[in-house]
């Protein structure tokens, strides 16, 4: 079994001052834990403040977003070297809300993808299928497709950096989570997928799952071979719920 990869994506919540209560909770709680990965994203504004709250402990922050450009003449955007020199060593790239709120294509999550490497963090690739994709049964075809597209020219060698999050869009943020079965099967599918284009490297790369994760659902999830972690949103807004999270209990 993979170390598993928990992640907390705040989106556009909590500002300085809300975002240390909640680290500083976390810290806490999560003292315990071991042989977990913990990531958590942050606004991009308090990202550099939280990198000293998280030090010391074993959280570590990605941003939510990136750029592909290095730098230059981009109004609003945030290139890899920035996130870096704030503090991530992750970035969230594809999340289903840029996906359809800012029309990010398969292959704007490509250039991001090929762009977080280069600069030196590790992208957490989001994919899921809409409810009228899955409702015409083309889940696989849809994943599938977002997975080819944002590893397109990808070295061999970089597979090992990433993580793919499988989020189905209808069960973000909605109460409605995919059942674990649903899930795996997915999950197996991005696997095979990935072999096929990279060969046996792909044994070390985690797939996660997103949409509705909370503390009644985790531990079901992570009882299925195939699902490395979780990232989670609203849960992860909760120190509570996002502890209980991290330290679930495999069934
Ligand atoms: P949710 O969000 O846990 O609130 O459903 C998950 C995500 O968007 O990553």
Wanted: net charge neutral; hydrophobic share 40%; aromatic share 6%.
């Amino acid at each position: 079994m993979l170390k598993p990869l928990m992640a907390g994506n705040w989106k556009m919540n909590t500002t300085i001052r809300t975002g240390a209560d909640l680290v500083l909770k976390l810290r806490d709680l999560l003292k315990g834990v071991e042989d977990v990965d913990i990531v958590i994203a942050p606004p991009f504004t308090s990202i550099y403040h939280l990198s000293h709250l998280v030090a010391d402990s074993r959280i570590k922050l990605a941003g939510q977003n990136m750029s592909w450009e290095k730098n230059g003449a981009y109004t609003g955007e945030v290139s890899a070297e920035m996130l870096l020199d704030a503090g991530c060593r992750h970035v969230i790239i594809g999340h289903s809300e840029r996906r359809e709120y800012f029309k990010e294509s398969d292959s704007d999550v490509n250039k991001k993808t090929l762009a977080a490497l280069r600069g030196g963090l590790r992208p957490i690739i989001c994919v899921g299928e809409r409810l009228e994709e899955k409702e015409s049964g083309n889940t696989l075809q849809t994943v599938k497709r977002q997975v080819t597209g944002a590893l397109d020219k990808l070295r061999p060698g970089a597979v090992k950096e990433i993580t793919i999050a499988y989020e189905p869009v209808w069960a973000i943020g909605t109460g409605k989570v995919a059942s674990p079965q649903e899930a795996e099967e997915v999950h197996i599918a991005i696997r095979e997928l990935l072999f096929e284009m990279f060969g046996p490297d792909v044994k070390d790369v985690r797939i996660i799952y997103g949409g509705s994760v909370k503390p009644d659902n985790i531990d079901s999830l992570m009882a299925q071979p195939n699902i490395d972690g979780a990232l989670v949103g609203g849960a992860s807004l909760k120190a509570e719920d996002f502890a209980r999270i991290v330290g679930f209990k495999p069934a």
